[in-house]
């Protein structure tokens, strides 16, 4: 099955800066690569998402790259806020829904 | 995107009991899944619940300890039977939905049920 690796597993980023964070997965066959963020006490929610046909999509302050050949997709957040410390996910999968997660960055933006 | 409800949001519950938690969603969407969350873990696919039929297990996870109900396009059940303290986890439903362009199906997340067993 598809294994997805995210790094870094926490992230700390003065407030204004931009964070990174990465993933790589393993299934070739893999099109579909959303970003969840998760704050405290609540579900995951959908910020972004890419597919295999796109090599970058952008979103206010947030923008996602993808990289097929290497297997490796990122997400960019620009000009942090307070409000954006949450722990993020990364997901792939093959037919759109069955997801298979990486272990999740907690990002701190210090004020 | 459709909006997901979830019952109880938490609840405590005792070794050798089972728990039933449901899921509402304010539209008809044809893939409804359920996921588990352990303390400070990520998400892992539990099954997914099919209307009309039995739910589709992941490898690790079984009907008789996990049954799934989905009556309807709209509500579904999971239930964690007789449960030990290793079930403590956040039980999260998912719904596969149309995104706002309308082009192609996205996966929204409930609440969650944040479940401790003591």
């Known amino acids: 099955g598809e294994n997805v690796e995210q790094h870094p597993s926490t992230l700390s980023v003065q407030e204004g800066d931009s964070a990174v964070i990465k993933c790589t997965y393993s299934d070739s066959a893999s099109n579909y690569f959303p970003w969840y963020k998760q704050e405290l006490g609540k579900g995951p929610q959908l910020i972004i998402d890419?597919?295999?046909?796109?090599g970058e999509k952008k979103d206010q302050r947030i923008a996602v790259t993808l990289n097929k050949t290497a297997k490796h997709f990122s997400l960019h957040i620009t000009e942090t806020q307070p409000e954006d410390s949450a722990v993020y996910f990364c997901?792939?999968?093959?037919?759109?829904?069955?997801?298979?997660f990486g272990a999740g960055t907690t990002v701190t933006v210090r004020a | 995107s459709a909006v997901i409800s979830q019952k109880p949001s938490r609840d405590i519950c005792q070794r050798g009991t089972s728990l039933t938690i449901q899921c509402q969603v304010d539209?008809?969407?044809?893939?409804m899944f359920w996921y588990r969350q352990q303390p400070g873990q990520s998400l892992t696919l539990i099954a997914t619940a099919n209307q009309g039929s039995e739910a589709t297990y992941e490898s690790g996870f079984v009907i008789d300890k996990f049954p799934i109900s989905r009556p309807n396009l709209t509500f579904s059940t999971l239930t964690v039977s007789n449960m030990s303290p290793e079930d403590s986890s956040i039980y999260l439903c998912?719904?596969?939905?149309?995104?706002?362009?309308?082009?192609?199906?996205?996966?929204?997340f409930g609440p969650g049920t944040r479940l401790t067993v003591l």
């Open positions: 539209s008809q969407v044809t893939m």
């Open positions: 997901a792939a999968s093959f037919n759109d829904y069955k997801l298979s």
């Open positions: 998912s719904v596969e939905d149309r995104s706002t362009s309308g082009r192609y199906n996205e996966q929204f």
């Open positions: 890419i597919r295999s046909n796109v």
